[in-house]
């Protein structure tokens, strides 16, 4: 199968598919080939930019196109570990502390049990839960 872009006396530009490139001559000959704008039967080939498709041209458009979660994962993992501070089993005391104003402000992480999610969800304590790989998995990847 080829493809064509066609254009008409009228200046209308279209695409004609063609079982192969001989095709169109034949075609445009038997008088098979017209504008479907204007039913021009005056067409002819339009010069079109050709580009070969390569390995390396294939790569670099999945690298456009498809984002590489193994990388965005790790990205945002090391934002978490770098802007918070780990609280350990301390999350949920140290949550309800800084939502009462006994102590200042600032981002942690850490560990909580069912109980404690539900007190803070009672206690209107804004949270969400991440999961992070372990902890050496962390420091590896800092390191």
């Known amino acids: 199968m080829i493809v064509y872009e066609l254009c008409c006396d009228n200046n209308h530009k279209f695409e ?3 079982p192969c490139k001989d095709s169109f001559d ?24 050709f580009f070969p498709k390569t390995k390396t041209s294939k790569e670099l458009n999945e690298i456009k196109n498809e984002p590489d979660i193994n990388f965005i994962r790790e990205k945002v993992y090391n934002l978490i570990i770098q802007h918070t501070e780990d609280v350990g089993t301390s999350f949920a005391d140290e949550a309800l502390k800084i939502h009462y104003g006994i102590l200042p402000e600032r981002n942690i992480r850490g560990i909580v049990t069912e109980n404690q999610e539900k ?20 420091d590896d990847k800092l390191n």
């Open 119 to 138: 007190i803070m969800k009672d206690e209107g304590i804004d949270f969400f839960k991440i999961p992070l790989p372990e902890k050496k998995k962390i």
């Open 16 to 18: 004609g598919w063609f």
């Open 26 to 49: 034949e075609q445009l000959k038997g008088g098979l080939v017209c504008c479907p704008y204007c039913n021009s039967a005056n067409v002819s080939k339009v010069p079109m930019a």
